[in-house]
């Protein structure tokens, strides 16, 4: 019975301390050191250079360009893209503004951030953010939820005078996310995650030929998550580990200390 | 990742073209092994008379652009094809139509040879008109052939001095041959209407504009614009949609191109078998002046006209494209109704792309604009039964509500027992 009690006892404290430790939402994008960062920017879906999440890029544009930029967002992840445009010395009041779109090209939508924003015309920077929504691992097709796979950003002034039309600015970009936990672990899986060219790129290695270049290669540092795990096990696991426990102890209560009060000691 | 694969196809070519000088010492198998054609880039110098203009950094602009090109060339990546074209180069009288025809290749698009490129630059003396369109035109024709990744990189100094043929026009045509060209502008010292030209050029072919000001900044945008020919790109295959899904092309997993009218709609039509999921997202450029407001939509749909899904999007202001996609999963067929044989037989689905873009007042409406559609047909996703990952639980809630119902079963097992027990005693 002792070792029943200590083996429970065990298995509570683990649970206890897994589950803070799972659902713990720490930030995972932790800024490596700058060795390779890219530093261009595409200027469109097709040529958008393809950055890592925690690494800051930069890019030296003319104002009025289209930047584009691509990163991997996987299952219960919520993506935080932070630009910040650098203006020239002189120019006018102008606009600029940064979308994001999904492996299938879809606006995807900002929770909050500021993704547009206006510069006045003595500033010599402006900044702008978007916070997504948290990536689910499925949804129906019919949806617009962002799914794991390739996101694009696309960074860009809105209205330019024509007197500060391709004047020199620098882009810096950095994609962080937030670990959702198992909050948003969703049931179901994509096969293949939403990157655009998957189906050419598998059928090309299938093929045994070398195309040199592909739509999108992206893939997260440590591979796409399987899907399989979340804290919810923990959870259900230390949910099953305590109603046994509970009904042990309901049962105990009504057995008293275990002998029918009726029975005299002595018999 | 692009560099990794860069680098794979590099390594690929290296070892194909030592198997293929083994083999055929003659070395025949030139450019082949990797299946890529080199990127090609012409690079259009303006030297017009108003190219001796010393207002770059205290010299010439011609001495910038000379010191800039020289830079260039010695930095251009082995597996660009660079040619140079110069507009108004040699013709320096006052006949408008025989200064509106003045642009020669200076040196031929290939394999380069840095020497004989820089002293053909060196030759160059402003001279007369800017035929910006004629020097377009003439460059498509350099960058014909080859599959690779094309790039025409204009340097002027002043807007085009041969209307009525608008270059901007010219370049809109250029790019709806459907050869994959873009074209890059930059504007030395710029005035107000020559920015607008130049970067209505850029925009109609997908290319960008720069001011410059400064020789460092020529150079700089020039490589940073060589570079990115270099970088390997995968080159949309052109394809004409049909304007019903009877006559509709069928496509299988690629990037594809196509030009579609204001107010047309555009049919596909693509194959998926039953456990298949189809993925297709479609982007329509702005390459000229467009009204304020404007959509797309993308619509998956049956051959007998029921839609299955679409995918829409719409927009405001300044852009280049206006993008959309769709996915739609084939449920995996059931083994019972399988009159056909052993192979499952793929249903069509119909694609069909309309967008509602309007041309500005004055602006000419062909050709259509273009479009860029990406089609991946993937195995299908699993299915979801449940809201939450395999049905599980999480939260205080759920282990409240485990406790109590262990608790409370516990307590009935409990009672349930000693009154069995007791029943028994009494018998």
Redesign the interface.
Known sequence: MRAVRALSAAVLLLGLVATPAAADSSPSASPSGDGDAPT?AG?????AT?IEQGRRATA???A???LYWSFPADAGQRPTVRATVRLPERHAAQTWQVDV???????QACQWGAQTRTAAADASSVELACVLRTVR??SE??ANDPLPGTYYVRL?????P??D????VGAEIEVGSKDMG??A????????P?V?????A??AAKDG???????????PEDGWSS??W????V??G???V??????????????GSGR?SRVPPGA | ??T???L??GT?ALLAALTAGLAFPSGAAAGEP???DAPKVDLVLDVSGSMRTRDIDGGTRMAAAKQAFNEVLDATPEEVELGIRTLGADYPGDDRERGCKDTARLYPVGPLDRTEAKTAVATLSPTGWTPIGPALLAAADDLEGGAGSKRIVLISDGEDTCAPLDPCEVAREIAAKGIGLTIDTL?LV?N?KM??Q??CIAEAT??????VEHTD?LT??VN?LV??AA??????VATEGAGSCAKAPTLE???YTDREEFGRERWYRVDVLPGQ?L?????VGADRAVAPSYGVLLRAVTVHGREI?R?E?A?D?????I???????KAERDGTDGEDGDKPAAETVCLQVTHSFAAASGVKTTPGLPL?L??????????????????????WW??GV??????????????L??WR??VWRTN
């Open positions: 261009t200027t469109s879906f097709r040529t393809e030296k544009a003319a009025g360009d289209y779109y999904d492996g299938l090209r879809r606006r691992a499925w097709p019919w860009t002034a809105l209205d330019l024509t007197s039309l391709g004047a020199r198992g909050a672990a969703v049931d179901g899986s994509l096969s293949e939403l655009p060219g998957v189906a050419m598998s059928g030929e070398d195309r040199g270049a592909v739509l999108s290669a992206i893939e899907g399989w979340s804290d919810r096990w959870w259900t230390i949910g099953g305590l109603a046994a426990l509970a009904g042990v102890g309901g049962y105990a209560l009504t057995r029918p | 990742m692009i990794r694969t860069r794979a196809a690929c990797t299946g890529e504007g710029p107000a920015r607008q130049l970067s997908g290319g960008t504009y720069t001011s900044e700089d945008r940073q570079d990115r970088d390997p790109v995968v080159t949309p997993s690629g990037l999921e993925r297709a997202s479609v982007s899904v995918g999007a927009g202001g300044r852009t280049d494209v993008s959309t996609g769709l996915r739609y999963p860029e990406t089609v991946d047909v993937v195995e299908g996703p699993g299915d979801a039964d449940d809201v939450a990952a395999f049905g599980l639980g999480r939260g759920l282990l485990l406790v109590l119902v262990g608790f409370l079963a516990g307590l009935l097992w409990g009672w027992s000693r027990f007791a």
